[in-house]
Structure formats: structure tokens, C-alpha cells
């Protein structure tokens, strides 16, 4: 299995996603938003997309369907609730379902509510872990729950599900906000010099060529895995000072931070 990357160099950073077997040039592509930039890609590496799968039903996700069906034929899928919201869905995706292409790419469908009530993560089942996340998990944060979303359902599927999968599992947003995202993190606990490293290091990097994080990278820099971290709580409680400590408050707390920072 092969992971390519399409930075959309669009305004909201998008990230575009081919998964492809390498025997037989199948290839999945996931959130595809500018079709033209999907196809040359898949044209360049000799690839034949058959599949499309939105991880969620908001425009930057699934604007390029039509043209990639157009141009291949390709079959979409996505959460069962976004049939209705995704036009021409060909199958609802529900947790624990399969998602294949050729002999080597074998996607397993997480339910991960939280950025909308219909997103899903794809977790590959061969070769190196992987985890395609979509607008849940960001390098150094987490999706927002502004638009049919709800925060407690993105907590629990960030401790339930996110946090329990290996720490080598190479992390694959939908979007590129890694510096941003870093000053956060970095606002909050100034004291992480892992965090601090990181930020030199991406600072000099385009898009194209962004780090790939792993999840344990995430639980060193990410706030929203490092809940019990005391200068993190102390730095919420300048704006919550009735805050609770328990993982949840923290979680929404910090939510609430990053929505207005």
C-alpha cells in the first residue's frame, strides 16, 4: 500500500488523499476536492482510482466527486448518516466495515463523531499503521464542532478509539495546520521543548513536503491527548477558573480556547 499526499494549496489547507496497491494500480481516493489535481496525480503514478470515500459531508471534502466520477467511474462511499448530505453516496460506511482495492490496501471504517455526526476514520490493515482522519484529528489539535458536531462525542472518540491505537501510527489529516496549531499548543505549555523542536523544524518546510506525525509524536505535542498535563490546565484556568480537572472539562475547555485563538 501506498500513501500519496495532494496538497490543494487552497485557502483552507486541504489535504487530499491517494491510497493505492502498488500490484495492481487500484487506487482509493479519500476527500477529494479539487478533481483535476486528484486525476494528474493518479495519471503521473500510472493509477486507476476506483473508489471514493468522504470522510465527512462538508464541501472541501467532497467537491471533487463529480469530475473524479466523471473521469473513472469511481464508486463513493462515506458515513451512512451523510447519504442524505453527500450526493450520489453508492455506500454507507458504518464502524468496523472494510474498505478494499487490489491486494494490498484494506481500510478498516472507525465511527468517530465529533467534527459532524457522519465522520469516519480509515485505519489500514496492512503494512505500516496508518490512520486518514479527516478534519477529527490535526496535527497538534483537534477539528472543530461548530458545524453538526458536538465535543463530548469528539472527546470520547479521541480517548476511546484515537488514543488506543499504536504510537506508530502515521497520522494523515485533512488539513495542513501544523504551525498554527503548534503556536497553540505551544500558548498553553510553553515549557515543551519537544513542541518547541518541532516547530523549528516544520517552520522550514512547504506543505508539499510537511513532516508525516505519528500518533506518538501527537500524544508529545497535541494538547488534546496530554489532559492531565498541570501546566496545561494551569494556562486553561487563566480563562476557565472554575475548570475541573477531569479529562472531559479539560477537553472541552480547550476546545472552546481554540475556537476563538
Avoid at 477529527?136 to 462525542?153: K, P, W
Avoid at 476511546?160 to 499504536?166: G, I, R
Avoid at 501510527?169 to 515549557?191: C, K, M, Q, V
Avoid at 516547530?199 to 506525525?213: D, F, G, K, Y
Wanted: charged share 20%.
Amino acid at each position: 500500500m501506498k500513501i500519496t499526499r495532494i496538497y490543494m494549496g487552497n485557502a483552507l489547507r486541504n489535504y487530499c488523499h491517494l491510497i493505492a496497491c502498488e500490484e495492481s494500480n487500484e487506487a482509493i481516493v479519500i476527500d477529494p476536492l479539487d478533481a483535476e489535481k486528484c486525476l494528474k496525480t493518479a495519471n503521473e503514478l500510472s493509477l486507476n482510482i476506483t473508489k471514493i470515500i468522504n470522510t465527512h459531508e462538508h464541501f472541501d471534502h467532497i467537491e471533487g466527486n463529480p469530475g473524479i466520477v466523471s473521469a473513472t467511474g469511481a464508486k463513493i462511499f462515506a458515513h451512512a448518516n451523510a447519504i442524505n448530505s453527500i450526493p450520489n453516496v453508492d455506500k454507507g460506511l458504518k464502524a468496523g466495515d472494510v474498505v478494499e482495492v487490489g491486494n494490498t490496501v484494506r481500510l478498516r471504517v472507525l465511527d468517530t463523531p465529533g467534527h459532524t455526526m457522519a465522520h469516519v476514520c480509515l485505519v489500514s490493515e496492512i503494512g505500516e499503521p496508518a490512520l486518514i482522519c479527516g478534519d477529527t484529528l490535526f496535527n497538534a489539535s483537534a477539528g472543530n464542532c461548530l458545524y453538526g458536531g458536538d465535543v463530548h462525542e469528539m472527546y470520547e472518540t479521541f480517548v476511546s478509539q484515537l488514543a488506543k491505537l499504536p504510537d506508530n501510527t502515521a497520522i494523515y489529516p485533512g488539513h495542513d495546520y501544523i504551525l498554527n496549531n503548534l503556536h497553540f499548543a505551544l500558548s498553553l505549555e510553553p515549557n515543551n521543548n519537544f513542541a518547541k523542536e518541532l516547530l523549528a523544524t516544520v517552520n522550514e518546510q512547504n506543505p508539499e513536503q510537511r513532516l508525516v506525525t505519528t500518533l506518538g509524536i501527537e500524544k508529545k505535542i497535541n494538547p488534546f491527548f496530554r489532559l492531565n498535563n498541570q501546566e496545561i490546565i494551569n494556562s486553561l484556568k487563566q480563562n476557565f477558573t472554575d475548570l475541573k480537572e477531569d479529562p472531559e472539562s479539560v477537553f472541552t475547555s480547550l476546545r472552546s480556547v481554540r475556537d476563538s485563538w
